[in-house]
Every structure is written in structure tokens, then in C-alpha cells.
């Protein structure tokens, strides 16, 4: 009964410094922790070795601050929906070659079960939440929304692959990033951002802005800085 009562205690106190501002605070200290460790490479095998549990914290903790400020148990059914369906189309794509183009995953990643990371769809389906509170930040124009999120979610991975490369999270076929990939990637976040666009969700999205900034700058600092 003592016990019980200590964690119900512990989760009290820290239950309020469990809020967004702080989470944000974090999420920058651990990137640039990232970057600094990237930095020598005797601590860069560990950090990549630790993208999976990085990404699901990350990814986790934005999703959580996100169905919090919503309110609306609709944001449930598209998270669940796009999760389990990119997460086949990556499964599709890496065992056949016909979505994306030939890839596979490298040892930068580590819990793959039928060959695809478990973080991979959860990533899909944030970075196209993020990608659309950006695009309703640049117009209000249905079809300029969309257009203008698909645009920047193809103009991460263009940042994003290279990196991707270096860093063996995942491989192209003779190293060679094909233009279907990216053609894949505008038709996967266009069905699904007309999908949530269908929805009307109404949420809150500064941090899903900051965790999509963090991550290009990110991958931009280690691309272009770290040999």
C-alpha cells in the first residue's frame, strides 16, 4: 500500500512538468546532443545505434501533446489508419521495389520486423501533420494547402535520403536515389493528407512545426559539417 501510494505521489509531481513547453525544451537538447555526438566517431555508431528509441520517443511524446490539444477523438482514427497503412506500404515497397524503388534498411535501424523499422510509419504519419500545419501557416487555399504540404514533405526527404545513406539507416540499389521515391512520397501524403483535410481536425500544431525544423536542421548540420 506504501509502494502504491509513492507512485501515485511520483506520477503527480512530474505529471506537471509533463507539458508541451518542456517536452519542446527537450526535444531541441537531444538534437543537439545528436549533433554533438554525431561529431566524433567514436560516440557515432552508439547515437545511431539509438535512432529507433530517439525517433519513438520523439515521435511519441509530439502525437501525445497533439491528441492532447485536439480534443477530437477523429485525430485517433487517422492516426491509426495512416499508421498501419504506410507501415504496409513500406512493407510493400522494401519486398518488392515497385512503390519506392529498390532499398533496404541498414543496420542504422535496428527493430525491424518483416524487414521494416516500426518507427518508419510512425514518422510517415507525423511528418505529414507537421507538413500540413506548415502548408495552413503559408495559405488557407484547400488545394494550395495540400500542394504546398506535399511539396514540403518531398523537400525533407530530398534532404533527408543522403543523410539517410551516410548514416545507414537505408540503402539504394546501386546507391542511386531513384525519382520514383519521390514521386512515391507525394502520392502517399496526398491521399492522406486529404484523408485528414476530409476529417476537419482541429489541432494544435507548434510543436509538430518545431520537431519538423529540428529534424532539417538536424539533418542539414550532420549532412554538410560532420565528414
Known amino acids: 500500500m506504501f509502494i502504491s501510494c509513492q507512485v501515485v505521489i511520483f506520477f503527480r509531481v512530474n505529471m506537471k512538468y509533463l507539458n508541451q513547453r518542456n517536452f519542446s525544451i527537450l526535444m531541441w ?18 547515437v545511431i545505434r539509438l535512432t529507433d528509441i530517439f525517433l519513438l520517443l520523439m515521435n511519441a511524446g509530439v502525437l501525445f501533446f497533439l491528441i492532447q490539444s485536439s480534443y477530437d477523438k ?40 518483416a524487414a521494416v523499422p516500426i518507427v518508419i510509419a510512425l514518422n510517415w504519419a507525423v511528418l505529414i501533420l507537421a507538413s500540413w500545419s506548415w502548408a495552413r501557416l503559408i495559405t488557407r487555399k484547400p488545394l494550395l494547402e495540400i500542394l504546398a504540404a506535399i511539396f514540403l514533405i518531398v523537400a525533407f526527404d530530398l534532404i533527408l535520403e543522403p543523410l539517410a545513406m551516410k ?19 507525394a502520392f502517399i501524403a496526398g491521399i492522406f493528407l486529404l484523408f485528414l483535410k476530409s476529417l476537419k481536425i482541429s489541432f494544435d500544431g507548434k510543436l509538430l512545426r518545431q520537431y519538423f525544423l529540428a529534424q532539417i536542421i538536424f539533418f542539414l548540420l550532420i549532412l554538410f559539417l560532420i565528414p
Not at 29 to 37: E, M, S, T, V, Y
Not at 94 to 101: A, E, L, S, V, Y
Not at 167 to 180: H, K, L, R, S
Open 29 to 46: 537538447f537531444l538534437f543537439a546532443c545528436g549533433i554533438f555526438f554525431h561529431w566524433f566517431s567514436f560516440t557515432r555508431p552508439i
Open 74 to 113: 477523429k485525430i485517433a482514427l487517422w492516426l491509426l489508419v495512416t499508421v498501419s497503412l504506410t507501415y504496409l506500404a513500406e512493407l510493400a515497397g522494401i519486398h518488392t521495389g515497385k512503390i519506392f524503388g529498390h532499398y533496404l534498411y541498414g543496420n542504422g535501424m535496428q527493430w525491424k520486423p
Open 167 to 185: 548514416m545507414d539507416y537505408w540503402q539504394w540499389e546501386n546507391g542511386a536515389i531513384p525519382v520514383q521515391n519521390y514521386l512515391a512520397w
